[in-house]
């Protein structure tokens, strides 16, 4: 089993408020996005209880129980966490300070090279709804460490002379997560409702991979490039949408 390296992005160990179990309090609240390629399924440990009933399977995210997307309620405070892949235990136990009412994402992803170890970054995030649109944010976890542009076109969509007005380059030639360590914590790129092609393409403007997909008002998504140079299989240059929010 692979070591874990993690990255903490906005976020504090050691420091906060004391666990609070009073019912009715504010939560804390984490979601869980498994992107490293071939992994086994990922969970966290806090206090050496699962967060999560099932783990996540690669290219997933959490699921929450009450069915409002990615993710979880948990006690806040300081609570010793740990990280779980395919059952085992590869992180040491760090006491980590989990905010009351705050948001968090847990995106597990491969580094450059396939040899090293895999990558745990801790975001931070400021999430924020829209009864008129979806919120979506890009997070470029393709390995091998190339820049990729998220096209998207939404589809049946045309300007009064019959011309196709509705494609938009969202984001440009977005650094490998693992050199830049920059993810937005906020969904910043709004999508009016409705049905869309999203475009995953290289630093030479290449589309490596396609796919139809349903954004709604009022949910928040993030988009995950993945995959490898030359891959087939789990492994190929493909896309996810993942609901972090609904």
């Given at each position: 089993m692979r070591k874990i390296f993690i990255l903490i992005v906005g976020f504090l160990l050691l420091i906060g408020c004391q666990r609070d179990e009073t019912t009715g309090s504010p939560k804390a609240r984490i979601a869980i996005i498994n992107m490293a390629?071939?992994?086994?399924?990922v969970n966290l440990l806090l206090d050496d209880i699962p967060l999560l009933t099932t783990p996540v399977?690669?290219?997933e995210i959490s699921v929450s129980s009450q069915g409002n997307g990615g993710y979880i309620e948990t006690a806040p405070g300081i609570r010793n966490s740990t990280w779980v892949v395919g059952g085992e235990a590869v992180s040491l136990n760090k006491f980590v300070s989990w905010n009351a009412g705050a948001y968090y994402t847990l995106v597990h992803y491969d580094s450059v090279d396939a040899q090293q170890v895999a990558q745990l970054l801790i975001v931070t995030d400021a999430p924020s709804q829209n009864d008129s649109v979806g919120r979506v944010r890009f997070i470029n976890c393709y390995r091998g460490g190339d820049?990729?542009?998220l096209w998207m076109h939404r589809i049946n969509v045309l300007d009064t002379l019959g011309i196709d007005t509705a494609i938009q380059?969202?984001?440009n030639k977005k650094p490998f997560v693992g050199r830049d360590k920059s993810v937005s914590g906020s969904f910043n790129f709004s999508l009016r409702p409705g049905n869309w092609q999203m475009m995953m393409k290289d630093r030479f403007y290449n589309t490596l991979f396609m796919d139809t997909v349903t954004i709604k008002n009022n949910e928040l998504y993030s988009i995950l490039a993945v995959g490898q140079p030359?891959?087939?299989g789990d492994l190929k240059p493909q896309m996810k949408l993942l609901l972090q929010m609904k």
């Open positions: 390629l071939s992994s086994d399924s399977a690669f290219g820049s990729i542009s380059r969202l984001v030359g891959g087939t």
